[in-house]
């Protein structure tokens, strides 16, 4: 009784779909230094750490905010619910298609995709798949409390 309880908790913390396993039109291997953690904060659980320290500086918004951008495909329900819940919650956000945009495929795998989707960036913390409170905790810290 208690096992199908625990699958389904699993599920709904970290829920997302999964590409087929194939690369982005011109997409590169993933490295192990994009996976460097920020060192005043400590990951959020279902995040991925921050890109490396030599990355560009993440995009803000006019008023100072993290910028948002979801990565998301068409069929995927969670990169729906992601979509709902930024349009809900009126936060400004840019939604790149990662298989209709090739520049957004490289620029999904260069912010820490590895298949799953959506990705969700505030700034430089990251999401792959879908947690409602991750992305409440996310934007807190991007400032859209």
Known sequence: MRAPLLFALALAVLAGCKLE?????????????????????????????????????????????????????EWCPYCQQAREYMAAEDIPHRVVDIEKDEAGAREYQARGGTGGIPLVAVGTRVMEGWNEDVARDMLDQGGYD
């Open 21 to 73: 396993p194939r690369q982005p039109v011109g997409a590169a291997e993933p490295t192990a230094e994009a996976a460097a953690p920020m060192p005043d904060r400590p990951p959020l659980p279902g995040a991925q750490p921050a890109p490396p320290p030599d990355a560009p500086p993440p995009p803000t918004t006019a008023d100072g905010k993290a910028a948002v951008t979801l990565y998301v495909t």
